[in-house]
């Protein structure tokens, strides 16, 4: 199993339904809104690390209202 983390910015006002959104996909453990550099980490988990990509770049970033992402897998 494989696990990573997302540290995402949003634009101004989109935080709620980029949460609603990422919620939705098939292998997001946790989604968490914080405060400080990032609005949102999320925790996702693939049988690969080849499926979190897919799943970051596939279904991830086309979401609306995400401004940039940082993908820390774990090690």
Do not use: W
């Amino acid at each position: 199993m494989a696990k990573a983390f997302i540290l995402m910015e949003t634009t101004v006002g989109r935080s709620r339904e980029v949460v609603t959104a990422l919620s939705r996909l098939k292998g997001i453990k946790s989604v968490d809104t914080v405060t400080g550099p990032y609005d949102i980490i999320v925790v996702i988990e693939g049988d690969t690390l080849n499926e979190i990509g897919d799943i970051v770049t596939q279904h991830v970033h086309p979401i609306a209202g995400i401004s940039r992402t940082v993908t820390c897998l774990v090690v």
